[in-house]
Nanobody, 129 residues
Framework: QVQLVESGGGLVQAGGSLRLSCAAS????????MGWFRQGPGKEREFVVG????????FYSDSVKGRFTISRDNAKNTVYLQMNSLKPEDTAVYYC??????????????????????WGQGTQVTVSS
């Protein structure tokens, strides 16, 4: 069983930065496709960014491209989300997600929440204007 624990959320002013962490246990992050999602007030959960098992493929939503960066540290079994130039519309609960890679489509870039099997509890990010 994979467990994911997010941390690093908080309150920041517009234009500021935060780094979220997602610590995994039960499996190594190098054996999983990983992603970050967010859910703002009154909104549906939306895809933010993903990284494949190999770590060589990253894919971003248009709304965060150029501002957010996903990375991982295999030694710490942790995935990070560096968020720069934050905007009030980035305010949301951010969730880390994971899934075993697809055997049929190993190069898939999963962007739907339904494609992920494991979820963290979420961490709140609030960006003030």
């Amino acid at each position: 069983q994979v467990q994911l624990v997010e941390s690093g959320g908080g309150l920041v002013q517009a234009g500021g930065s935060l780094r979220l962490s997602c610590a995994a246990s039960g499996r190594t992050v190098s054996s999983l496709d990983m992603g970050w999602f967010r859910q703002g007030p009154g909104k549906e959960r939306e895809f933010v960014v993903g990284i494949d098992r190999t770590g060589s493929s990253t894919f971003y939503s248009d709304s965060v491209k150029g501002r957010f960066t996903i990375s991982r540290d295999n030694a710490k079994n942790t995935v990070y989300l560096q968020m720069n130039s934050l905007k009030p519309e980035d305010t949301a609960v951010y969730y880390c997600a994971a899934r075993p890679p697809s055997t049929l489509f190993p190069r898939a870039r999963p962007r739907s929440a339904d494609e992920y099997n494991y979820w963290g509890q979420g961490t709140q990010v609030t960006v003030s204007s």
